[in-house]
């Protein structure tokens, strides 16, 4: 007799609701595996109710005794078109070490859009022939189970950013698309629209801001370019930087109410610095604002955090200077508050500690896209689509 025939055995002597019980603390290479073991199982696991309750129960059962997770993919060989992409996972130690505990493969090239929920959002190069060059195609994608489940297409444009994040409320998960004109005589503004997971469909929304507090604003409250480099999923909205005119603030999309609102910038964050880059981040639980420049006083490379102390309120913006040369790219903060850094001469990734300004250097190679999760888990996200 087969395991998985006696487990289905024991099983039909216990109660409905105490089989679903254990079937929700399994892993989910086990549960794919039982959806074999009869009809009755299979309908249990695939199960939208069942999906959301062993997500939330692997959540509250996650490992705390570290300081999150490190999901890392090397630079790829743009000169081979069959070349994959691979995945790498580490857990983040106490002792600042990584260990690694998983490893896969999307077998096309792509931009990352966002994670969330063990549940990938990717925009691939285009891989239709009939296609206009700016489309993009996108895909979800769930290593844990190995489901990848392309989206429906929607109109090309100038330029595209995307924001992707979690509705917890209706159990949901969406994407924002904005759209904006690269070059243009006369301003237009941009335009957005928003896919929904449970509808499969996109629709149009209106980029409309209430106020601007700047003096030259575009019409109506409208936005007339978006920052990708600066996306940030935080507090249930999505955040980029955003200019209207030439009023530039940080423009939220909430994921509930599809609402969007402008948040002020600090005011002249960028005096006595020339700017290199700007990124957001969560910084011990606020939002931030990372810049890295050059210090005109000093004439030595420093960088800004910016941190909102209180979400929302402008007056709240407090400001942390710390040196910090040659600084290639910045990626995410740890839960600890440091900062996790890319530095090109010579090439290291490190971890920087804003307080001590101790560095500690992470034997990984080159990263191609570096993403920090404060938790982990596999998940059984769309195995009833």
Request: glycine share 4%.
């Amino acid at each position: 007799m087969s395991r998985s025939t006696e487990m289905l055995s024991l099983c039909e002597l216990l109660p409905d609701n105490v089989v679903f019980d254990i079937l929700t603390r399994l892993p989910v290479k086990s549960l794919i595996r039982f959806r074999c073991v009869s009809q009755s199982w299979n309908s249990t696991i695939t199960n939208p109710i069942f999906i959301t309750k062993h997500l939330d129960l692997a959540y509250s059962l996650s490992n705390i005794n570290n300081n999150g997770y490190l999901l890392f993919t090397p630079v790829r060989n743009y000169l081979d078109p069959s070349s994959t992409q691979q995945w790498t996972t580490f857990v983040c130690n106490i002792n600042r070490t990584l260990t690694q505990i998983s490893k896969f493969e999307i077998p096309f090239p792509n931009d990352l859009i966002g994670f969330c929920n063990g549940m990938f959002c990717l925009a691939a190069y285009n891989d239709d022939s009939d296609e206009e060059d700016l489309r993009r195609s996108l895909y979800l994608w769930n290593p844990s189970i190995r489901k990848l489940e392309k989206l429906i297409a929607t109109r090309p444009s100038d330029r595209a950013i995307f924001g992707f994040g979690y509705h917890p409320q209706n159990n949901d998960y969406k994407i924002l698309r904005v759209t904006f004109a690269v070059q243009r005589v006369t301003r237009k503004p941009a335009e957005a629209e928003i896919y929904t997971l449970s509808t499969d469909s996109w629709r149009k929304a209106v980029i409309s801001v209430e106020s601007f507090s700047g003096s030259d604003s575009g019409p109506n409250g409208s936005v007339d370019q978006v920052y990708l480099p600066t996306r940030l999923s935080f507090n249930g909205a999505l955040h980029f930087i955003a200019f209207s005119g030439d009023h530039k603030f940080i423009l939220s999309f909430d994921i509930n109410d599809e609402r969007f609102r402008e948040i002020l910038l600090p005011q002249n964050y960028l005096e006595g610095i020339v700017k290199h880059f700007e990124r957001f981040a969560m910084f011990k639980g606020s939002l931030a604002l990372i810049v890295f420049g050059e210090d005109l006083l000093e004439m030595s490379d420093i960088c800004h955090i910016w941190v909102m102390k209180e979400y929302g309120v402008v007056e709240s913006w407090a400001r942390k200077s710390v040196p910090m040369k040659r600084v290639a790219e910045f990626f995410s903060c740890t839960i600890n508050g440091e900062l996790l850094i890319e530095r090109l001469t010579p090439y290291q990734s490190f971890l920087f500690d804003p307080e001590s300004l101790n560095e500690k250097i992470l034997r990984i190679p080159m990263p191609e896209c570096m993403i920090y999760t404060p938790n982990f888990v596999e998940s059984l996200v769309l195995l009833d689509r």
